[in-house]
T-cell receptor, first 114, second 112 residues
């Protein structure tokens, strides 16, 4: 029972273009969403988050959009750089707060082509 | 300075053995976690520990037990290791209710 879904296992984007990573969720009780970036042999690194009361959060080249009615969020990276090549995990915070941990999607492997 | 550190990075052992993975965070967070990344790359929570309250994911076998000597440490003990325990285990921490969970670099456990 996947409550957080990332339907694209991989995505290839040219350097300088926009990368758009998508995530869908099923549990309407999730109230906080996060994106993590993971390089091989390293732990996931927190990238950006958004509360369910917002529909957009921007941090430098990274913007997360949340569409609550569609239960969909996306991460935009612009412009894409070679160092952005990594696996990106979408995660949702369980209702009740941080002590319950996060539910993760399976990840999308982003490949930035020179 | 590493915010969340876990040791060892690699652990190779035989079935039936008992092993431990150590985790320390220097972020002053009050909540710590253990996650397991299985062969299908799913990251799933195993435990969270907050102010001496332990929350256990019911799918975790009782051969796994977290031990927290203090707020900065949450060690994972595994008894009678099985082949299916082979995975990457991640320690993490957060300041409760802020949502920003910070991860260690993972421990790759291989059970032979």
């Amino acid at each position: 029972d996947q409550q957080v879904k990332q339907n694209s296992p991989s995505l290839s984007v040219q350097e300088g273009r926009i990368s758009i990573l998508n995530c869908d969720y099923t549990n309407s009780m999730f109230d906080y969403f996060l994106w993590y970036k993971k390089y091989p042999a390293e732990g996931p690194t927190f990238l950006i988050s958004i509360s369910s009361i917002k529909d957009k959060n921007e941090d430098g080249r990274f913007t997360v959009f949340l569409n609550k009615s569609a239960k969909h969020l996306s991460l935009h990276i612009v412009p894409s750089q070679p160092g952005d090549s990594a696996v990106y995990f979408c995660a949702a915070l369980n209702p009740g707060g941080g002590a319950d941990g996060l539910t993760f999607g399976k990840g999308t492997h982003l490949i930035i082509q020179p | 300075d590493t915010a969340v550190s876990q040791t060892p990075k690699y652990l190779v052992t035989q079935m039936g053995n008992d092993k431990s993975i150590k985790c320390e965070q220097n972020l002053g967070h009050d909540t710590m976690y253990w996650y397991k990344q299985d062969s299908k790359k799913f990251l799933k929570i195993m435990f969270s520990y907050n102010n001496k309250e332990l929350i256990i994911n019911e799918t975790v076998p009782n051969r796994f037990s977290p031990k927290s000597p203090d707020k900065a440490h949450l060690n994972l003990h595994i008894n009678s290791l099985e082949l299916g325990d082979s995975a990457v285990y991640f320690c993490a921490s957060s300041q409760s209710h802020t949502g920003g969970v910070f991860f260690g670099s993972g421990t790759q456990l291989s059970v032979l």
